[in-house]
């Protein structure tokens, strides 16, 4: 079973609109990465999230970690289509410190229609 | 700052061909990765290096094989291509991971998107 799940796979919503993206996990996060992928291109890094509770922006973009720190989401306000893409979610799942890999969720693709 | 650049950006093998593609980044950072991106799986990590001269296999390291002789280079190789190994291939750098914390950001290259006849 997927250790991180994305919800949802795929979103189309009209320019203006807001929306919000979810990563779930069953274990403990103890690092949440979001980033955002065009077609064709490489990941650009958005936030970092590692604390439970803790809420980052950056321009119209808001990440959120859950207080147990399993839940992550992705919130963007008045939606454009420069937002279109797929964004994904990165976690450290391992016990802080001792591990440098990432486990990535599947990806949502946005489409923000004009 | 490049960051982490990648060549080829594209390639066409034939099964059985080999190849090389490297990764560069200029971050002086220790840790490098080799992942995959394929439609419905996401993102595999392949093989990664937390410094120079050592390698270690991720999730799906069969058919492929790594080398990072210096720190700012990560080589993967694909010895005898086959069309399973068709796919987006991206490279990403972190620095080294603070004592007590999570790993630290990974960087990511533009990718190398690879199809094997």
């Known amino acids: 079973s997927q250790e991180l799940e994305q919800s949802p796979q795929s979103l189309i919503v009209q320019e203006g609109k807001n929306l919000t993206i979810n990563c779930t996990s069953s274990?403990?996060?103890?690092?949440l990465y979001w980033y955002k992928q065009k077609y064709g291109e490489g990941l650009i890094f958005l936030m970092m999230l590692q604390k439970g509770g803790e809420e980052k922006s950056h321009e119209k973009i808001t990440a959120k970690l859950d207080e147990k720190k399993q839940q992550s989401s992705l919130h963007i306000t008045a939606s454009q289509p420069s937002h279109a893409g797929i964004y994904l979610c990165?976690?450290?799942?391992?016990?802080?410190?001792?591990?440098?890999?990432?486990?990535f969720g599947k990806g949502t693709l946005l489409t923000v229609n004009p | 700052n490049a960051g982490v650049t990648q060549t080829p950006k594209f390639r066409v093998l034939k099964t059985g061909q080999s190849m090389t593609l490297l990764c560069a980044q200029d971050m002086n950072h220790e840790y490098m990765y080799w992942y995959r991106q394929d439609p419905g799986m996401g993102l595999r990590l392949i093989h990664y290096s937390v410094g120079e001269g050592t390698t270690a296999k991720g999730e799906v390291p069969d058919g492929y094989n790594v080398s990072r002789l210096k720190k700012q280079n990560f080589l993967l190789g694909l010895e005898s291509a086959a069309p399973s190994q068709t796919s987006v291939y991206f490279c990403a750098s972190s620095s080294r991971v603070r004592a007590g914390g999570p790993t630290d950001t990974q960087y990511f290259g533009p990718g190398t998107r690879l199809t094997v006849l």
């Open positions: 274990k403990t996060l103890y690092g």
């Open positions: 990165g976690a450290d799942m391992g016990s802080g410190g001792s591990n440098y890999k990432l486990t």
